[in-house]
C-alpha cells in the first residue's frame, strides 16, 4: 500500500532529476473542461523516470544501491526509466526485454549503456529472467510496476496534476498496464478526484482483479502489448484501486487506433498505442463525463515508431 505521504516523499527525492511536464487545455468535447498531460516529454519518453528514480535514488541515499547495479524487466519503458536513472548515479545496468519489444526500444535501451537482454515474447517471461538475473549477481532489483518506491515515484505526477490545475480537476484518464502509474495517481489524488484506469479490451488486467477481488493471470494480445501487456496486476495497484475506487473501462484495438491517429492529426502529439489509450475512452463513449466534468487525460509515453501516421 502506498499513500499520498508517500508521493510527497517521492516529490522531494525525485525534483531535479525528472521534468515537469506541460498541460494543455483543449476543447472539450463531451467534457465541461478537458487537459492533455503531455508526460510524453519526460525523460526517455515516458511517465516511467519518475518511479526509477525514485526508487534508484533510495537505494543510493540508504546504501543499498550494490556494486552490480540495476537489473530490470520491461516491455521498454520501465528498462529505459531504469537505464537512465542507473547512469545519472554511476551505476550498470542489464535490462531484460521480451523478444517482440519494439526495435526503437531495444536500440534506445543500448544507447543509454544498458546490457540488453531479449527473452520470450511476453513480459512475465522477461520478469522471470530478471529476477533470477538479480538474485544470482545480487544486483538491485527493479520491477516495473509493483514496488512501492516505483509506484509512489509515478504518483508525483499526479501532484503536478494537482498544482498545475488549481485543484480543479475532477477525472483522470489514465491508461493501465501493471498499474503503477494508476496506483501513484489514485494515491496521490484520493479525495480530490476520481482515477479512471483504461485498458485494452485484450489486456484487461485492472478489470479483471476487481471482478476477481485479487489480481489474477490474463491473456496478453493486441496493439498495445508492448507497453500495456502485463499479465496481471500489481498487487499495490489492487490494493490502491479497491481502497480509492479506481473505475475500469476497456476500448477496442480500433479505437486506441483511431484515438493515436486523431492526437498527430489534431495536435502533432505522437503517442504510443497504449498511451492514446486513455484518449480512446472518451472519443468512444466508454467513459461518459457529464456535461460540466472537468477532465484530464494523461499522455503517458512516446517510445513509437511514427512512420504509419503520416
Not at 12 to 19: D, E, K, L, N
Not at 191 to 210: D, H, K, N
Not at 218 to 232: E, F, H, K, M, Q
Request: proline share 5%; with cysteine; aromatic share 4%.
Amino acid at each position: 500500500m502506498i499513500d499520498r505521504l508517500d508521493v510527497e516523499a517521492a516529490a522531494r527525492r525525485v525534483a531535479g532529476h525528472v521534468r515537469r511536464t506541460p498541460v494543455t487545455e483543449v476543447e472539450p468535447g463531451p467534457a465541461g473542461r478537458m487537459w492533455l498531460k503531455l508526460e510524453l516529454v519526460q525523460h526517455t519518453g515516458s511517465f516511467k523516470a519518475r518511479g526509477a528514480f525514485n526508487h534508484v535514488l533510495a537505494a543510493r541515499d540508504e546504501g543499498r544501491l550494490p556494486g552490480a547495479g540495476v537489473v530490470a524487466a520491461s516491455g521498454g519503458n520501465a528498462g529505459l526509466a531504469f537505464a537512465y536513472a542507473a547512469a545519472e548515479v554511476g551505476a550498470p545496468a542489464e535490462v531484460f526485454v521480451p523478444e517482440t519489444a519494439p526495435a526503437v526500444k531495444v536500440a534506445r535501451l543500448r544507447a543509454l549503456g544498458a546490457t540488453v537482454v531479449q527473452v520470450g515474447t511476453r513480459y512475465a517471461e522477461a520478469q522471470d529472467a530478471a529476477t533470477k538475473r538479480a538474485a544470482d549477481t545480487g544486483a538491485l532489483f527493479c520491477h516495473a510496476y509493483d514496488l512501492p518506491e516505483v509506484c509512489a515515484g509515478q504518483g508525483t505526477l499526479g501532484l503536478e496534476i494537482s498544482e498545475q490545475t488549481g485543484g480543479e480537476v475532477d477525472t483522470v484518464l489514465i491508461a493501465v498496464g501493471g498499474g503503477g502509474l494508476m496506483a501513484g495517481v489514485a494515491a496521490a489524488l484520493a479525495g480530490t478526484a476520481r482515477v479512471v484506469g483504461v485498458e485494452p479490451e485484450t489486456i484487461p488486467t485492472l478489470e479483471r482483479a476487481l471482478h476477481a477481488g485479487r489480481p489474477v493471470d490474463v491473456d496478453v494480445s493486441g496493439i498495445a502489448a508492448d507497453s500495456l501487456g502485463a499479465t496481471r496486476l500489481g498487487d499495490i495497484a489492487f490494493s490502491v484501486a479497491s481502497r480509492t475506487g479506481v473505475q475500469p473501462v476497456l476500448v477496442s484495438d480500433e479505437a486506441i487506433i483511431e484515438a493515436r491517429r486523431h492526437l498527430w492529426a489534431e495536435y502533432r502529439l505522437a503517442v504510443e498505442h497504449g498511451t492514446a489509450a486513455a484518449l480512446a475512452a472518451l472519443r468512444t463513449g466508454a467513459y461518459r463525463p457529464s456535461p460540466d466534468e472537468r477532465v484530464m487525460v494523461v499522455l503517458c509515453g512516446a517510445n513509437t515508431d511514427p512512420s504509419d501516421l503520416t
